[in-house]
Structures are given as structure tokens and as C-alpha cells.
């Protein structure tokens, strides 16, 4: 698979838990934070394995995973953008849309 790939959501992930250390670490924001912090760390742990998949199957699988948590993590980062309702979201709410709609066509290809 595109090494590109692996190295762009990488990088997603990097900005992420930058920009979450950035976040006031309220109650309100404490759980958000930590799910955000959880699903999009998964995107890519899930992706990497899946580059090491034993089999046709076991690669599909750890696709499908990645595309369900880039979908929870952008859910997370629009649920902090209505919050918060900042334009500093835009970047990271376009770049897991754009993760997403990639992941999702390489899970409906893998078939």
C-alpha cells in the first residue's frame, strides 16, 4: 500500500495530540479529548497493521477499522468545533474527511 498514506495519517495523528495539548483540559473537555486522543491514535496503529496483514482478509479488516475510528475522530473534533465553534478545527475536521473518503475507498476496493 501507499507509503505516502501511512506517513500522512502519521502526521494527522502528530497534529492531533499536539493540538489536543493545546485544548483547556476542562471536565467538559476531559473525555472528548481522551476519545479523540484514542480514535485517532487507532486510524493509524490499525493502518500500520494492516500493512503487516497475514492475509487478503486480515488486511480488510484493519482497513475497515481505520476508516470507523478517522469517522469517530472527526465526529470528536466536530463535536469540540460546535463547542468551541473556532475555525482552528477546520484544518484537522477537512484532513480526517479527506482520510475518511480515502480509507473508505480502499475498504470498498479490497473486496
Not at 493509524?44 to 470507523?68: C, H, M, P, T, V
Not at 469517522?71 to 466536530?78: A, G, I, P, Q, S
Request: proline share 0%; charged share 30%.
Amino acid at each position: 500500500m501507499d507509503e505516502g498514506l501511512g506517513n500522512r495519517i502519521f502526521l494527522f495523528v502528530v497534529n492531533i495530540i499536539k493540538f489536543c495539548k493545546t485544548l483547556n483540559y476542562s471536565i467538559e473537555n476531559k473525555v472528548i479529548i481522551n476519545q479523540l486522543i484514542k480514535s485517532a491514535t487507532s486510524v493509524g496503529a490499525n493502518y500500520e497493521e494492516a500493512q503487516g496483514g497475514s492475509s487478503k482478509a486480515d488486511f480488510r479488516n484493519k482497513i475497515k477499522i481505520s476508516l470507523k475510528e478517522i469517522r469517530e475522530t472527526n465526529y470528536w473534533l466536530r463535536i469540540l468545533k460546535a463547542i468551541d465553534s473556532d475555525n482552528k478545527f477546520d484544518e484537522l475536521i477537512d484532513e480526517s474527511e479527506q482520510l475518511k473518503r480515502i480509507l473508505g475507498k480502499i475498504s470498498s476496493t479490497s473486496r
